[in-house]
């Protein structure tokens, strides 16, 4: 007989549960909808069998960071659950850093690029999805912290940025997103979430035709509950769902 362990490890099914409960929860003290906010779960590093556990629990909505781990496992996922009929239809949203000469890859898998942050890589996926007969839904990665190291516009680019994205036709700008600093503290994330908020009001008082600022793309397992008090529309999460990731 093989022992059992003294701690009982908590399901991916269990976590994701206990993630809806807790953006419930925050949606409420909000005085928001919950309905309104996606939660997409992030399976960078996590195997094909692991992310269909997740799948088949509800977690349709997933989240990869880079191309080339996510093409191969779509693949081995959506093989996964073909066998059973009754088995929901993932959609993956690209939320890492795309080089522009991997956007060709971008039209089978995702439903929406998330790390826009040059106008380059817009023409590119524009360029591509005009190609193919499509429009790719995309957000803008703002730095709103302006750090040096990492990916994203600065604030003040994002309006000039984003009239010259209303002007392609086979992109369209739906929202923004935004990483906060490394942090333990969620309430270091606040002012970050409230200023992209702030911002995503400022581009929709614009009112530019084909742009809508409906999604706002903020908040991961430190800090999801702060981003849904100050206006998430996607949450995305992995640890808190699938464990911690291994490092390095
Ligand atoms: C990894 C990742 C997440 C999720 O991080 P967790 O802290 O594990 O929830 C969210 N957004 C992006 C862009 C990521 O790369």
């Given at each position: 007989?093989?022992?059992?362990?003294?701690?009982?490890?908590s399901?991916?099914a269990?976590?994701?549960?206990?993630?809806?409960?807790?953006?419930?929860?925050?949606?409420?003290?909000?005085?928001?909808?919950?309905?309104?906010v996606?939660?997409?779960?992030?399976?960078k590093t996590?195997?094909?069998a692991?992310?269909?556990e997740a799948?088949r629990?509800?977690?349709?909505?997933?989240g990869?960071?880079r191309?080339q781990?996510?093409?191969?496992?779509?693949?081995?996922?959506?093989?996964?659950?073909?066998?059973?009929?009754?088995?929901?239809?993932?959609r993956?949203?690209l939320?890492?850093?795309?080089?522009r000469?991997?956007v060709?890859?971008?039209?089978?898998?995702?439903?929406m690029?998330?790390?826009?942050?040059?106008?380059?890589l817009?023409v590119?996926?524009?360029?591509?999805?005009?190609a193919?007969?499509q429009?790719?839904?995309?957000?803008?990665?703002?730095?709103i912290s302006?750090?040096?190291?990492?990916?994203?516009?600065?604030?003040?680019?994002?309006?000039?940025?984003?009239?010259?994205?209303?002007?392609?036709?086979h992109?369209?700008l739906?929202?923004?997103?935004?990483?906060?600093?490394?942090t333990?503290?969620?309430?270091m994330?606040r002012p970050?979430?409230?200023?992209?908020r702030?911002?995503?009001?400022e581009l929709?008082?614009?009112?530019?035709?084909t742009?809508?600022?409906?999604?706002l793309?903020?908040?991961?397992?430190?800090?999801?509950?702060?981003a849904?008090?100050?206006?998430a529309?996607?949450?995305r999460?992995g640890?808190?769902?699938?464990g911690?990731?291994?490092?390095?």
């Amino acid at each position: 007989m093989v022992a059992q362990p003294l701690t009982k490890q908590s399901t991916i099914a269990e976590r994701w549960l206990q993630v809806q409960q807790r953006v419930v929860e925050a949606a409420n003290r909000a005085g928001r909808n919950a309905d309104d906010v996606t939660i997409i779960a992030v399976s960078k590093t996590v195997d094909a069998a692991r992310v269909v556990e997740a799948v088949r629990a509800g977690a349709i909505e997933l989240g990869e960071n880079r191309l080339q781990e996510a093409r191969e496992k779509i693949h081995q996922v959506h093989n996964l659950l073909t066998s059973d009929s009754a088995a929901p239809t993932p959609r993956w949203h690209l939320i890492g850093h795309l080089q522009r000469n991997k956007v060709k890859y971008i039209f089978d898998h995702f439903v929406m690029v998330h790390s826009v942050d040059t106008l380059e890589l817009a023409v590119e996926i524009d360029r591509r999805a005009a190609a193919r007969g499509q429009v790719m839904p995309i957000l803008l990665e703002v730095n709103i912290s302006a750090e040096a190291s990492k990916d994203g516009l600065r604030p003040e680019d994002v309006e000039a940025m984003a009239r010259r994205v209303e002007e392609l036709e086979h992109v369209r700008l739906r929202g923004l997103m935004t990483i906060p600093p490394l942090t333990e503290d969620a309430e270091m994330s606040r002012p970050i979430y409230q200023s992209l908020r702030a911002l995503a009001a400022e581009l929709r008082a614009l009112d530019l035709p084909t742009v809508r600022m409906e999604e706002l793309s903020m908040g991961m397992t430190h800090d999801f509950e702060v981003a849904v008090e100050e206006g998430a529309t996607m949450v995305r999460i992995g640890t808190a769902i699938f464990g911690a990731r291994p490092s390095g």
